[in-house]
């Protein structure tokens, strides 16, 4: 019997996926009109969207995990820059972003995300999901911005929470399964 100490690195996925998906969930029930922006959700953006993100990429990239370090640090960096581009403009010496400067942000974003979803192809079909909606997602927070026709940010809101409600869902199935140890949530 050997007294040695196995260690098990965490998986840092669910921990990523549950800051990226109840900071959209929240963020889009706003942009879909149920309730007003507040520090409420400025706050889960700084929190979950931001940090449990940040926290989940570095442990990603100790890893080894190039994709998950990559996506996890940049979309935490991006929840905490739509925070302060939210909040405190001058805080930077620049003016508050109008809506042609946000639409450019978003389209930067989703090409981004596009790529990224490129790189899901070779997982599983609930991380494609997550993906591909969230460069809808960007799509249409761009148009909306660019144009300013606000019918495009309601369905931007409700494709968002259905957006988050998918990383959640990937993020508790990576949970069970890993506390099950075999698949139990279809991925």
């Known amino acids: 019997m050997s007294d040695e100490v196995v260690k098990k690195e965490a998986n840092a996925g669910p921990l990523g996926l549950l800051g990226f998906g109840m900071t959209t969930i929240l963020l889009n029930i706003h942009n879909a009109g149920v309730i007003e922006m507040s520090v409420m959700i400025l706050a889960m953006g700084i929190c979950m969207g931001g940090l449990a993100q940040f926290i989940a990429g570095l442990m990603e990239f100790k890893a080894g995990n190039t994709f998950g370090a990559t996506a996890f640090t940049s979309y935490g960096l991006f929840w905490w ?6 909040v405190n403009p001058e805080w930077l010496g620049g003016a508050g972003a109008d809506g042609r400067s946000l639409g450019f942000y978003m389209l930067l974003w ?53 957006c988050g409600a998918s990383a959640v869902y990937t993020a508790v199935a ?7 140890d075999r698949p139990v949530m279809p991925m």
């Open 81 to 86: 820059s739509l925070v302060i581009i939210l």
């Open 110 to 162: 989703c090409i981004y995300t596009f790529f990224m979803y490129i790189g899901t192809l070779k997982a599983n079909h609930a991380t494609q999901v997550v993906f591909l909606t969230l460069a809808i997602l960007f799509l249409l927070l761009a148009l909306e911005n660019f144009t300013g026709i606000g019918v495009i940010g309601i369905i931007a809101g409700i494709e968002g929470i259905f």
């Open 174 to 180: 990576g949970i069970v399964d890993g506390e099950f």
